[in-house]
């Protein structure tokens, strides 16, 4: 158990609906990623945050948002989706911004049909 | 920051070493060597890192040559639960970046 919980486990929607991916980080860590898992992409890096402010920015669409709260845990928006935005969406959390000691969370698999 | 290359895949026998290789011949003074592993579809978990010296843990060890251009993963008796994709990053340590993932090196553990 990496201590990085995400919700829900599973989650079914259709095109251009708007969901919400939640993610507790391990107790004392301050930064958050967020990763997407596709076939054909691998694991591609969205956006990191610590202790609530945005710190690191990769290939994150302008159609997904994310915030991390003063309690830390940490929410990705994904909307208008599509159904290439079916994947694996996963969190990771460390105690420091430039730590890579990552622990990750189960993920949470969206299915857009 | 430095590329790695890694075979795509590679087979052990569950007891044997398996002996993980990645160039990074491109590899900065101040890049760490991170090695991570994914088993099928569960998120990605820590193996170990290094600088410049070998380092050992509970679960592997890392070697580094000397010119720190290559590095090998060594997981000393490997088991059926090894079975995974092995990842090979090699990363600066400073805020406002993060581990940017590559294809990785499948490992299969047979009995």
């Known amino acids: 158990d990496s201590g990085v919980t995400q919700t829900p486990k599973h989650l079914i929607t259709a095109t251009g609906q708007r969901v919400t991916l939640r993610c507790s980080p391990r107790s004392g860590d301050l930064s958050v990623y967020w990763y997407q898992q596709s076939l054909d992409q691998g694991l591609q890096f969205l956006i990191q945050y610590y202790n609530g402010e945005e710190r690191a920015k990769g290939n994150i669409l302008e159609r997904f948002s994310a915030q991390q709260f003063p309690d830390l845990h940490s929410e990705l928006n994904l909307s208008s989706l599509e159904l290439g935005d079916s994947a694996l969406y996963f969190c990771?959390?460390?105690?420091?911004?430039?730590?890579?000691?990552?622990?990750f969370g189960n993920g949470t698999r969206l299915t857009v049909t | 920051d430095a590329k790695t290359t890694q075979p795509t895949s590679m087979d052990c026998a569950e007891g044997r070493a398996a002996n993980l290789p990645c160039n990074h011949s491109t590899i900065s003074g101040n890049e760490y060597v991170y090695w991570y592993r994914q088993i099928h579809s569960q998120g990605p978990q820590y193996i170990i890192h290094?600088?410049?010296n070998n380092e050992t843990n509970e679960m592997a060890s890392l070697i580094i040559t000397e010119d720190r251009k290559s590095s090998t993963l060594i997981l000393p008796h490997a088991t059926l639960r090894d079975t995974a994709v092995y990842y090979c990053?090699?990363?600066?340590?400073?805020?406002?970046?993060?581990?940017?993932f590559g294809k990785g090196t499948t490992l299969s553990v047979s009995s």
């Open positions: 990053i090699v990363r600066v340590h400073q805020a406002g970046t993060a581990l940017i």
């Open positions: 990771a959390s460390s105690p420091r911004a430039g730590s890579f000691t990552l622990h």
């Open positions: 290094g600088l410049k």
